[in-house]
């Protein structure tokens, strides 16, 4: 029976390869973190309605 050798090195590059392409770059701020300032703005918000009235 005939084994083929094993290359680490191959393997490594064939990942890095795949690692770089995998997540393409996204130009622009995240959906996620513009709902999360909307959110801290909204409750700072409140809060200064909310001590005004006292």
Aim: aromatic share 4%; charged share 5%.
């Amino acid at each position: 029976m005939s084994q083929t050798p094993h290359d680490p090195a191959g393997t490594t590059h064939q990942f890095q390869n795949f690692a770089n392409q995998a997540q393409p770059q996204k130009s622009g701020p995240s959906v996620g973190l513009i709902v999360g300032i909307v959110a801290a703005v909204a409750v700072v918000a409140i809060l200064v309605v909310a001590l005004t009235m006292i």
